[in-house]
């Protein structure tokens, strides 16, 4: 046993150090903050826009469910065929899937004689169950106190926005909602020149803008943090950058959120930091874990990180 943990020490020591010299944001280096958010935009604004006609899974492939050929669908439990793209009509429940904007178009004023990027943007265009997208309308994404209506997986009712037939909440099941936060923190920066408050959008975005209000960012922060980065998210991103040619940072790289909104904004990014590591070497325990697909490991004290070194909750 021991000769395997010093293995294992010794394997993800080397894996933290390829980390660091292969890191994909080494420019942001001492940034934090808005100038860290305004580095990014940089990095991320300038990508192939697609034909909305191009962007059905059966089309991207960037959302088939591993060995199936069913769509991963963040808003179901339905199996969906990713060849049973929904037309025009009404469709029962689990009979096909829609191209969802999961940031609603209504909340930048789609126009479609001039749609604007976002709309065909892949990072947060995604397959979703007809009858559970129908439900979520425009709602935006929070936490569901008050049930109206629920497939078992996703809610809708009343909640996080309010308790009125105005302010209505849509909730995703608990394994998706850090993949949704990191979708509308890269939406946040990619698209920090636009104004996101058309709609219903006020809800999350200030008055004008791409930036959070309080209630938004505590609670996306708080799912971002619950629900960590999955190979899901991971096979995706490396898809959608093959189709369009940018990348969903937060995704590479978690601690970026926490730089620019979270509980590290006053603190200098540092790309592909191992910090930390020399305590793992030390360590006399650690164990290894699988959680929603990724590999942690979890030192005596309580403290985690995964592959890339970096330190997970």
């Known amino acids: 046993m021991k000769k395997i943990f010093f293995l294992t020490i010794a394997l993800f020591a080397w894996v933290a150090y390829a980390a660091a010299d292969d890191c994909l944001y080494s420019d942001l280096n001492g940034k934090k903050g808005e100038e860290l958010r305004t580095a990014l935009f940089n ?4 990508h192939t826009v697609l ?4 962007i059905r899974a059966r089309d991207t492939r960037v959302d088939d469910r591993p060995g199936t050929t069913y769509v991963w669908d963040m808003y179901s439990n339905c199996d969906i065929s990713i060849w049973s793209n929904c037309g025009s009509g009404e469709f029962d429940e689990c009979e096909c899937y829609n191209r969802e904007h999961s940031l609603p178009k209504s909340w930048w004023g789609h126009d479609s004689s001039n749609p604007e990027p976002m709309y065909t943007d892949l990072h947060h265009v995604i397959p979703t169950d007809y009858y559970a997208n129908s439900q979520r309308q425009a709602y935006p994404l929070g936490e569901v106190t008050s049930v109206e209506w629920t497939n078992g997986s996703s809610k809708m009712g009343y909640g996080t926005f309010g308790s009125s037939s105005f302010y209505k909440t849509f909730e995703p099941a608990d394994e998706y909602k850090g993949d949704l936060a990191r979708i509308y923190f890269y939406m946040a920066t990619c698209y920090k020149d636009k104004d996101f408050t058309k709609g219903l959008g ?60 979270g509980n590290k ?4 990014y540092s790309c592909g930091s191992s910090e930390g590591w020399e305590d793992i070497e030390a360590a006399p325990k650690a164990q290894k874990r699988l959680e929603n697909g990724m590999l942690i490991i979890e030192l005596q004290d309580g403290t985690r990180y995964n592959t890339t070194g970096m330190r997970v909750r």
């Open 43 to 46: 990095h991320i604004k300038d």
């Open 51 to 54: 034909a909305y006609g191009n």
């Open 202 to 261: 006020w809800k999350v975005f200030n008055s004008g803008t791409a930036n959070f209000t309080t209630t938004a960012l505590n609670l996306y922060l708080k799912w971002h943090r619950n629900d960590p980065v999955s190979d899901k998210e991971r096979n995706r991103n490396d898809g959608v950058e093959r189709k369009q040619g940018n990348r969903n940072p937060f995704v590479d790289d978690p601690e970026l959120v926490e730089h620019i909104w």
């Open 265 to 268: 904004k006053t603190q200098a």
